[in-house]
């Protein structure tokens, strides 16, 4: 059995790209699969693993938050507070204002210059970033169970269409140029997030239906922000150098050194992020690959999500779109999401995809006969992306107040 699924999660990492290098494991990823109940090994003398890190800071603060009523008026207030260099909105509680003021600011260890060509790549990346962050990311998460069953059992999950915009807006956020400086967004958008991630922590354990399929008590650890964050940003690298996407290491260092300091921003301790991409991928495929399942509140999620996209016209079938994703996260995990067969669709995705980069890239000189469908298709993504699943320009993340009914 055990050596059945070190098997299974092998070839699906390779299929994912995700199979690492040798590099350092770190002592909580190399207890076992991740998970909460592991003690980090003997490495972690220096203080607890990740998985039994949530976020001192942030908390407490949402339990006074959110028992004392005071949520409502904190969405309120801080609905216009979008550019990084916004002050601190009016009408906060004292002790909310004074964390914000606290937190809303980059690491010292913040590089400027490589957060400026980290916005750079990801203009000149945005086709295949639309692409993989959308279908293959997001996707992904819904095989993630305790991503999945949190996402599914929280109020957002009830409104997907909802979630899905305020999930593009961090990605949104985070992507554009200058996204980290005093005019761009990102550090507003992500310690908006830190808060709800907070208030989902209190709220959660008090579902009973996400009590009664759970295998954790509080969600959310330091080391689930981790796999979350292999599941967007090293996947994505790992499928970037795969498709041989012209990517040269000084964009990689950047493009890294943005997901370092963007799950920071969420609260995840220095010493916990990895520091390079070999130790990213080693990371990834300790403690990501293995836990990859389906569960039923993910099969509901990735029906939500597909059927979603099915309503702007992508230019292609649902079979087209079930392949697509079928291509970028393996037939495993399409299998388990019982995406439809489309066999005719996956012969085209498999050669069409493959011609249709060469030629953007200036690699072939043959314009493919599928290139207008894929441009097509791409532009329908990015439209869903860019308007932000059509909620408009601002910032609309909320902090959650309860639970999905049933
Ligand atoms: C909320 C991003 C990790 C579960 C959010 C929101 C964003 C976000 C932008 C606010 C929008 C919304 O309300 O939907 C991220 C990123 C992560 C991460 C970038 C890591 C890199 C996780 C993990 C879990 C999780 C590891 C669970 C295991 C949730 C839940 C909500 C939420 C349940 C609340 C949805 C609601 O309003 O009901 N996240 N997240 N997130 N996230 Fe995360």
């Given amino acids: 059995m055990e050596n059945l699924s070190r098997r299974r999660a092998l070839t699906l990492g390779v299929a994912l790209g995700l199979v690492g290098a040798a590099a350092p494991v770190p002592a909580w990823a190399s207890a076992g699969t991740a998970g909460a109940g592991k003690l980090a090994g003997a490495g972690a003398a220096a203080g607890p693993g990740p998985e039994w890190i949530w976020d001192e800071a942030a908390d407490p603060l949402m339990v006074r938050m959110i028992e ?5 008026a904190i969405n309120r207030a801080w609905e216009g507070w979008v550019n990084n260099n916004d002050p601190i909105p009016g009408g906060l509680p004292s002790d909310f204002a004074a964390y914000l003021t606290q937190v809303n600011r980059l690491p010292s260890w913040a590089d400027q210059a490589k957060l400026q060509r980290a916005g750079d790549f990801n203009r000149r990346r945005d086709t295949y970033l639309f692409m993989l962050y959308g279908l293959g990311s997001g996707i992904m998460s819904t095989v993630i169970p305790r991503e999945a069953k949190s996402v599914y059992w ?6 997907m269409q909802d979630r899905a915009a305020k999930t593009f807006t961090f990605g949104y956020d985070l992507s554009q140029l200058g996204a980290f400086k005093p005019t761009g967004q990102f550090v507003v958008t992500a310690n908006k997030t830190r808060v709800v991630h907070a208030a989902v922590r209190h709220l959660l354990p008090q579902s009973p239906h996400w009590k009664a399929v759970a295998d954790e008590s509080i969600p959310i650890s330091a080391a689930d922000i981790l796999v979350t964050f292999h599941s967007l940003g090293t996947y994505v690298h790992q499928k970037l150098l795969e498709w041989r996407i012209p990517y040269p290491a000084a964009d990689q260092e950047a493009f890294l050194h943005m997901w370092q300091v963007a799950i920071h921003l969420l609260g995840v301790p220095y010493e916990h992020i990895p520091k390079t991409w070999a130790e990213a991928r080693a990371q990834s495929q300790q403690v990501l690959t293995p836990i990859l399942t389906p569960s039923t509140e993910g099969i509901a999620l990735a029906e939500d999500l597909l059927g979603l996209t099915a309503q702007i016209d992508l230019g292609v079938t649902r079979g087209f779109l079930n392949e697509f994703v079928r291509y970028v996260l393996s037939d495993q995990v399409g299998d388990w999401l019982g995406l439809r067969r489309d066999y005719a669709a996956a012969a085209l995705v498999r050669t069409a995809w493959p011609a249709f980069i060469l030629f953007r890239e200036g690699l072939s000189p043959v314009m493919p006969g599928t290139f207008y469908m894929f441009d097509q298709f791409i532009r329908a993504i990015a439209m869903l992306f860019l308007n932000k699943g059509s909620s408009g320009t ?11 009914a049933g």
């Fill in 68 to 72: 004392g009523g005071h949520v409502p």
């Fill in 154 to 159: 929280s109020a957002g999950g009830a409104d």
């Fill in 394 to 404: 601002t910032t609309p993340i909320t902090i959650p107040t309860g639970n999905r």
